[in-house]
């Protein structure tokens, strides 16, 4: 059988939000042995996530964790607490049931991804990472001031980065660039993304230090010269028109 892929996404209200997770169910609607842990960045889980995800016709999980104020900032890193409860829900699964997603009750088999909720996914993105032994890596479209930044892979293996920002970080990758297998997960258990010294843009590299090396990536994406996932960013909406007052005659979820 095929190793299951989790999909960990973070994500918070705003008035593109079901918008964005529409797109999302859409795409791994399409994926078999998908399972999606969406992680609410709220206090409790919301009406309008609890419902869509009801309706979504995809395996998933729904948690929720808030962000601490104070690290809702510009120029901090984001969706931290919420990939870590991702992580934490799967440790704890496996711990309890290590065969909860298979026939085989000591099957370990599956592929972890961070899937934030405006990018864009192709679905051979999907069929690449289900093969990651432990870390895998390939191109992200649209980042780092650039079309696109990718792994320079020779010999099979990672040498080096093109990208056009911050070059010295050790894996100058997006998180949206690599994908880890439930065994390195489980194995490394105090593997987590860190919000005290991680500066803008290293979080990747912070978490990816604590379970690999470079030389061991694993490039997908035919050696890491095909685009399969976009960093796209959805615009910010304009909601000047929109009244101080409720004038409509009802109440409608957007
Ligand atoms: N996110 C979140 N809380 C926030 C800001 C962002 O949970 O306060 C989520 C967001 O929904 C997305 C991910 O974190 O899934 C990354 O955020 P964003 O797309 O804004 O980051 P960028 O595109 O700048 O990397
Ligand atoms: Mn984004």
Do not use: C
Not at 86 to 94: A, C, E, I, K, T
Not at 120 to 129: C, D, G, N, P, R
Request: glycine content about 6%; aromatic content about 10%.
């Amino acid at each position: 059988v095929l190793p299951v892929i989790f999909a960990i996404t973070p994500t918070y209200s705003r008035p593109v939000q079901k918008a964005e997770l529409t797109r999302l169910a859409n795409t791994f609607r399409q994926v078999p042995r998908l399972h999606w842990i969406l992680v609410e960045d709220s206090v409790h889980p919301t009406e309008l996530v609890s419902r869509f995800l009801a309706g979504a016709g995809v395996k998933s999980s729904h948690l929720y964790v808030p962000t601490p104020r104070r690290y809702k900032r510009t120029g901090l890193p984001r969706a931290t607490e919420q990939r870590n409860a991702g992580l934490d829900w799967l440790r704890l699964q496996y711990q309890q049931r290590p065969g909860i997603h298979s026939a085989q009750p000591h099957d370990l088999s599956g592929v972890v991804f961070f899937a934030d909720d405006d990018n864009t996914y192709s679905l051979e993105l999907f069929h690449e990472m289900r093969t990651t032994q432990k870390v895998s890596v390939w191109p992200v479209g649209l980042v780092g001031g650039r079309r696109y930044e990718r792994p320079v892979v020779e010999n099979g293996k990672v040498v080096s980065w093109y990208t056009g920002w911050r070059a010295d970080r050790p894996f100058a990758i997006d998180m949206a660039g690599f994908a880890v297998s439930l065994q390195v997960i489980l194995s490394s258990p105090k593997a987590v993304f860190k919000r005290r010294g991680s500066q803008p843009g290293m979080q990747e590299s912070d978490f990816l230090k604590q379970i690999t090396k470079v030389d061991e990536l694993e490039p997908k994406a035919n050696n890491s010269t095909k685009v399969l996932v976009w960093h796209t960013r959805t615009e910010k909406v304009n909601l000047a028109n929109e009244p101080k007052h409720p004038q409509d005659t009802i109440k409608i979820e957007v």
